[in-house]
Each structure stands twice: as C-alpha cells, then as structure tokens.
C-alpha cells in the first residue's frame, strides 16, 4: 500500500520530529541495495566519479571478451546460446550503471561499446549466416542495436555526432552478416 493511499499516515509521518524521521528514513534505505546506490552517487560522487564508473563497466566488458576470445582459441564449442548470455550480462553491467546513474549520455557509450566488442571479438563468426541456433542471437543483436539508435536519436546533435561513425561501424558490419535481415525486418536504417 502507498503512503499517498493513507493521507493520515503521510501527515503524522511529516510531522515526526526531525530525529525520528531520519532514524525511519536509514532503516528504509539500507533495506533497498539500489536505493544506497543511487544516494551515493547523487550525494556523494561527481563528474570525475561518473567517468571512473563508465571505465570500471568498461573494463567488465573487456574482461568478459578477453574470456570469449580466450575460450575460442582454445577451440573449444561456443553455442551462439551461449554468447548470448555472455552479451546479456555485458548488457546487466550497462542497466545496473543507468539504473544508478540515470546517465544517457553514459548510457549510449557503454551500448555501443558493447556492439563495437561483439563485432571484433572472435565469436562474430556466429553472425555469418543464419542458422537455426543462431536465429535467437541475431535477433537479439538486431534488437540490442534498435535500442542503441532509439537512445541516440534522442541525443543532442552535437552528442549524436560524436558517436555516428561508431554507430555507422556498427550497422555497416550488421548489414553484411546475418544480421541484416533482422535489421530490415525491424525497419533500422543503413546509417545514421
């Protein structure tokens, strides 16, 4: 139940004396994890903090492809399954950092990021051709790639600049794989 539902409750809890009402306010904020989070960050971090959390995703990220290449050079069998939960967790990475952060900008760098990660690490070979296992994966890549350019259109023009060429990379490879069926099928440009 919400506390605006019981607008007696609201009123008796405005007018505890300040005090209680910080004791009550701890006690509510150490139960919710992401709530400490989000407090740290616009309290007690700056713009400098924001780059340091933007390098330490990306260094997960690196590390999570370095673990890709490395698995398959030792030839051994990577399910496109497989890699798509390897992305999916890259992308956990991005959605917890938004979720603190609530940083667009942020936001679009680490997701094309990850793009830009999947199509030079060694697994890319998955998006050659369609296959019957791979099917899942390249939808999901075409829909990780929708996500990035509904963000960036909503970018200033002067950010939407700055991340075109990567984003055009991006597209480019996805239209001469697999990928670009699913690219055509969502209705997602050539370049941006």
């Not at 008796?12 to 740290?40: H, T, Y």
């Not at 492809?65 to 990475?93: A, C, H, T």
Request: aromatic share 8%.
């Amino acid at each position: 139940m919400l506390i605006d539902q019981i607008p007696l409750l609201k009123k008796a809890v405005i007018d505890l004396p300040p005090a209680e009402k910080d004791k009550l306010l701890l006690k509510l904020i150490s139960k919710d994890p992401i709530l400490v989070f989000q407090l740290e960050y616009k309290l007690l971090e700056d713009e400098r903090d924001l780059d340091n959390r933007v390098d330490n995703v990306k260094i997960e990220i690196d590390k999570k492809i370095s673990w890709i290449d490395k698995y398959l050079s030792q030839e051994r069998n990577y399910s496109p399954g497989y890699f798509m939960m390897d992305v999916r967790e890259m992308s956990g990475l991005v959605n917890e950092h938004v979720l603190i952060t609530k940083h667009k900008i942020s936001e679009v760098e680490l997701r094309v990021y990850i793009l830009e990660g999947i199509i030079n690490c060694s697994a890319n070979i998955l998006f050659l051709k369609r296959t019957r296992h791979s099917e899942k994966l390249l939808a999901y890549f075409a829909g990780r790639v929708k996500n990035v350019l509904e963000k960036y259109v909503k970018l200033h023009e002067d950010l939407q600049f700055d991340f075109r060429d990567r984003i055009n990379m991006v597209l480019d490879y996805a239209n001469k794989t697999a990928i670009k069926e699913y690219l055509e099928a969502l209705q997602l440009p050539n370049e941006v």
